[in-house]
Nanobody
Framework: QVQLVESGGGLVQAGGSLRLSCAASGRTFSNYAMGWFRQAPGKEREFVAAISWTGGNTNYADSVKGRFTISRDNAKNTVHLRMNSLKAEDTAVYYC?????????????????WGQGTQVTVSS
């Protein structure tokens, strides 16, 4: 069992930045690929970014490439999502997820554990 707790969400103006964090506890964190997903009101949950076990491989949705950066610290059991140049369309609840031995290209259904989410609101 892995517990995931997100933090760092909030209200920010368009063009601003936020850094989301996800703290993991339970099983060996370094065995999990980690992903960030988001869900806006009335829309399906969508992939944002993922990072491999060692952090050496990453994958981003086209909509966030060049603006968002995912990183992890296996010594601290944390994964981060740095979000720059935020847009109104980035407004959503952001979820952290863990995929045991997973790939950064894996589908949402492949993730084993999910956090409760943190709200990000970007005002235009």
């Amino acid at each position: 069992q892995v517990q995931l707790v997100e933090s760092g969400g909030g209200l920010v103006q368009a063009g601003g930045s936020l850094r989301l964090s996800c703290a993991a506890s339970g099983r060996t964190f370094s065995n999990y690929a980690m992903g960030w997903f988001r869900q806006a009101p009335g829309k399906e949950r969508e992939f944002v970014a993922a990072i491999s076990w060692t952090g050496g491989n990453t994958n981003y949705a086209d909509s966030v490439k060049g603006r968002f950066t995912i990183s992890r610290d296996n010594a601290k059991n944390t994964v981060h999502l740095r979000m720059n140049s935020l847009k109104a369309e980035d407004t959503a609840v952001y979820y952290c997820a863990a995929d045991l031995w997973g790939s950064v290209y894996g589908p949402p259904s492949g993730y084993d554990y999910w956090g409760q989410g943190t709200q990000v609101t970007v005002s235009s």
